[in-house]
């Protein structure tokens, strides 16, 4: 049975979580083409990403997992580095260029806007 404490701390956490990932989305949508890094949190990195994320971010998963890159199972490593030497919370558009040259000019035309201001980061379904 759940009593008031434990309740109490299942908020807490809830809402912490949600506080961190409207920080990280807002923090995405002004990127554009800047860098940002930061120190994924201390796992065992010989799993694969996806052995936590199913559990932890089940809904990002099964976005990427049913787009384009998920069906050619597209490592996650290639847009969010290793997690151990580099880690990019947001990928960024230079990331993006290096398989996706042929965009490089579209991009410029939009210029400091980068890919995630018009494609969701995991779908890749535009979205403006």
Known sequence: MLNVSNAWKIIVVGITALVSSLIISCAAIGLGNKVVTGKHID???SLSCNECHIDVTPDIVADWKSS???RMNFGC???HGD???EFYPVAFT???ITCHSNNEEH???HKN???FRCHDGHTLIPHE
Do not use: A, T
Request: aromatic residues 10%.
């Open 43 to 45: 796992v065992d990195f």
């Open 68 to 70: 384009g890159h998920g």
């Open 77 to 79: 490593y290639i847009c």
């Open 83 to 85: 997690g151990e030497v």
């Open 94 to 96: 230079e990331k993006c």
């Open 107 to 109: 991009l410029s035309e």
């Open 113 to 115: 806007r980068g890919c």
